[in-house]
């Protein structure tokens, strides 16, 4: 697939940032040397994509960025901006893509220092609304900016830089599709069970989180020789589990999971128990985010847990990361909601979890080494439950 770029266009605010907001703080969560890619793809259905005004919408995303600011995987990459040409680092860039067919792509590239998948969700649902409405812009809530405050940068906190891709380990991405009837039959074997020992309604990305687990504790013991001990870590959304209002609160506001199998004295692999230690994780942060008395140093604390994590050799950590419920399927610009949501596969290990259309399935990201990639194929959870 050929991609010919025709215009580009560095934007800045309408008008001049006010002197207090040229200066932005980053809060101790807001530390991921990274960007962050998606692309919403819009299909011409109603022919209301054929005259489509890219003006219009660098206006509106001009108009977005004042009215926030007081207030085969490899052709995935060429449908979102490449930074290899700019001369400085921004903090975010979209490219618009135009198929003869006439659908088009919109891909959207930020720096994850500024902004985690939550806070983008509204930014870009806030553009699409002021391109949509004539008065779009009075219907979007304004973002605020005080987690600086609230959790203050830290000389102790720092984060790995993921190492580059290895020619001998070669990273591939694979989409695996849970549907709705899929999900809630696991449901039903996760908690009916004989060997379950689940106290709880497991969610759809415990369900499906704790299904891909498996299958990579099983690549790994076939890798070694034996079973061995993991961990699974999983993004905390910190809005709402704190006595701070953070619901419309710009920035990286979450703090690493972990969930912890333990090998020892195991005979066999039992997907309700690996979905009742994700449950358990999950309630333990909720705890000790209600019990916090200093809520920067419980953050802080999960990190330098997730980081000693890393470094056991013993001990597999496989990444987990969900962009579910975060209203990526609800961008509309006029043309409709987007046909799909993608993801870019990132040069690391990772598993990221999105939903699919309909909102109650899973599309799950699997980015992992290439043999380990072809076996985790094969594992027969994987093979029933996924399309």
């Known amino acids: 697939m050929e991609v010919q770029i025709t215009s580009r266009k560095l934007l800045k605010p309408s008008v001049q940032t006010p002197p207090h907001l040229q200066i932005l703080k980053l809060s101790i969560?807001?530390?991921?040397?990274?960007?962050?890619?998606?692309?919403?793809?819009?299909?011409?259905?109603?022919?209301?994509?054929?005259?489509?005004?890219?003006?219009?919408?660098?206006?509106?995303?001009?108009?977005?960025?004042?009215?926030?600011?007081?207030?085969?995987?490899?052709?995935?990459?060429?449908?979102?901006?490449?930074?290899?040409?700019?001369?400085?680092?921004?903090?975010?860039?979209?490219?618009?893509?135009?198929?003869?067919?006439?659908?088009?792509?919109?891909?959207?590239?930020?720096?994850?220092?500024?902004?985690?998948?939550?806070?983008?969700?509204?930014?870009?649902?806030?553009?699409?609304?002021?391109?949509?409405?004539?008065?779009?812009?009075?219907?979007?809530?304004?973002?605020?900016?005080?987690?600086?405050?609230?959790?203050?940068?830290?000389?102790?906190?720092?984060?790995?830089?993921?190492?580059?891709?290895?020619?001998?380990?070669?990273?591939?991405?694979?989409?695996?599709?849970?549907?709705?009837?899929?999900?809630?039959?696991?449901?039903?074997?996760?908690?009916?069970g004989a060997d379950s020992g689940v106290k709880h309604h497991p969610s759809r990305v415990e369900v499906v989180s704790a299904l891909i687990w498996k299958a990579l504790i099983s690549v790994a013991k076939e890798k070694h020789g034996y079973l061995r001990s993991s961990s699974m870590s999983l993004p905390f959304n910190l809005r709402g589990k704190v006595g701070v209002p953070l619901d419309n609160q710009c920035g990286n506001l979450c703090r690493p999971i972990i969930a912890r199998f333990d090998a020892k004295n195991q005979s066999k692999l039992v997907l309700s128990e690996l979905v009742s230690l994700i449950g358990d994780a999950k309630r333990r942060a909720s705890s000790e985010c209600v019990k916090a008395i200093n809520i920067p140093e419980m953050v802080t604390n999960s990190f330098a847990d997730m980081f000693e994590e890393l470094n056991k050799s013993e001990v597999d950590i496989f990444r987990f990361t969900s962009w579910c419920r975060m209203g990526l399927y609800e961008v509309d610009f006029g043309w409709g909601k987007p046909a799909w949501v993608s993801v870019v596969p990132p040069n690391i290990e990772l598993t990221i979890l999105n939903d699919t259309k309909s909102g109650d399935g899973i599309e799950a990201w699997l980015n992992l080494h290439e043999k380990d990639m072809i076996q985790l194929q094969q594992d027969p959870d994987i093979m029933a439950f996924t399309s």
């Open 29 to 192: 969560l807001d530390q991921y040397p990274y960007y962050v890619p998606n692309i919403f793809y819009y299909t011409n259905a109603n022919h209301e994509i054929e005259n489509i005004n890219t003006q219009k919408l660098v206006e509106q995303l001009e108009k977005s960025l004042l009215e926030q600011e007081p207030k085969p995987y490899e052709l995935l990459r060429r449908l979102v901006p490449s930074l290899a040409e700019s001369a400085t680092s921004p903090l975010l860039a979209i490219q618009v893509n135009i198929f003869r067919c006439g659908g088009l792509a919109i891909g959207v590239l930020n720096s994850h220092r500024i902004a985690g998948r939550w806070t983008m969700s509204r930014f870009i649902n806030a553009w699409a609304t002021t391109h949509f409405h004539d008065q779009g812009i009075s219907k979007v809530t304004p973002p605020t900016f005080v987690s600086p405050f609230i959790f203050p940068d830290s000389s102790r906190l720092s984060f790995p830089v993921p190492p580059p891709r290895m020619a001998s380990k070669k990273i591939v991405a694979k989409i695996f599709r849970f549907d709705r009837e899929a999900i809630e039959k696991l449901k039903s074997e996760v908690i009916s």
